[in-house]
C-alpha cells in the first residue's frame, strides 16, 4: 500500500491510478487505522485528509474516462461494509495534502515507479 506523491497523480499509468483508487477506498473504509508501515502518516491527521487526496484521483480517473462510483465522491461514505460517519469536519486543503509528500518522497515514489519499470518525467 502506497500513496503516491500527488504531483504524480496525474501522470501515473492505468495500472498505478487504478491500484490508487482501491487503495483509497480500502483506507477510507475498513482499513482506517490499520497500520501499514508505507502509510501509517496519514491516521495522524483527520480523515477528510484522505477523503481531499482520494478526490484527486477520482477527478484524474473520470479526466480519462474511468467512472468511480459516485458514492465515493460523499465525504462521509466509507464502503459498504464500514458505517458511514455521521459528521466528518471539512478541512481545509493544503499543498501537499500531507506535509509528508514533500520533495524527497517525490523522488523516492519516481524511484519506486523507475524499479517497477515506469519511468516518468515531472517538469519543473
Known sequence: MRLWHEDLIPLLPR?????????????????????HSTVNYIF?????????????VME????RGYQPDSLWLDPKYRGKSAPSYKDLEERSLDYPIYPEHDEAY???????????GIAIQINN
Request: aromatic fraction near 10%.
Open 15 to 35: 495500472q498505478q491510478l487504478l491500484g490508487q483508487h482501491r487503495e483509497c477506498c480500502a483506507l477510507r473504509g475498513k482499513g482506517w487505522g490499520k497500520p
Open 106 to 116: 517525490l523522488q523516492a515514489c519516481l524511484l519506486n515507479l523507475k524499479n517497477k
Open 60 to 63: 484524474e480517473m473520470i479526466a
Open 44 to 56: 495522524n491527521y483527520h480523515p477528510y485528509k484522505l477523503y481531499q487526496y482520494h478526490v484527486l
